[in-house]
């Protein structure tokens, strides 16, 4: 999202259904997943409180595509020091160093894409020019 973009504004009902007012529309907890994979940016409001309540809606997002396919992908060892080190002067160090760490598996993951594509290219057979 280039910074002259607003996010797209989201709101949440008491019956816990989204809307966005935008697009005249209700949208889903996958709506926003596809959202986020596809590097649109929004910002969900409690409609009786107008509060800004992103954080948990990702969070929910979070939680869900973690168990989803029958096989958690955040162990519960993991989970108990994630609150384990909120609870201390580690707190405000957390934050940062989670950011740091998604941000270099993130670069990781996007170096090991690259490779795999160089190497299928590489392997593709190549047309003869002379046409046989």
Not at 113 to 130: F, W
Request: net charge positive; hydrophobic share 30%; charged share 30%.
């Amino acid at each position: 999202m280039t910074k002259s973009e607003k996010p797209i504004v989201i709101r949440k009902y008491a019956n816990r259904r989204l809307y966005c007012p935008g697009t005249s529309s209700y949208v889903t907890l996958g709506d926003l997943t596809r959202m986020v994979k596809s590097g649109k940016d929004f910002v969900v409001y409690d409609i009786k409180t107008d509060e800004d309540i992103t954080r948990s809606v990702l969070t929910q997002i979070l939680l869900e595509e973690a168990n989803s396919g029958g096989q958690t992908q955040l162990p519960i060892t993991l989970l108990h020091q994630l609150i384990s080190l909120y609870g201390d002067s580690t707190r405000l160090r957390v934050p940062r160093y989670l950011k740091v760490s998604i941000k270099s598996l993130a670069s990781e993951q996007e170096k090991s894409r690259k490779r795999l594509r160089a190497d299928r290219i590489k392997r593709r057979p190549r047309k003869s020019l002379m046409g046989k």
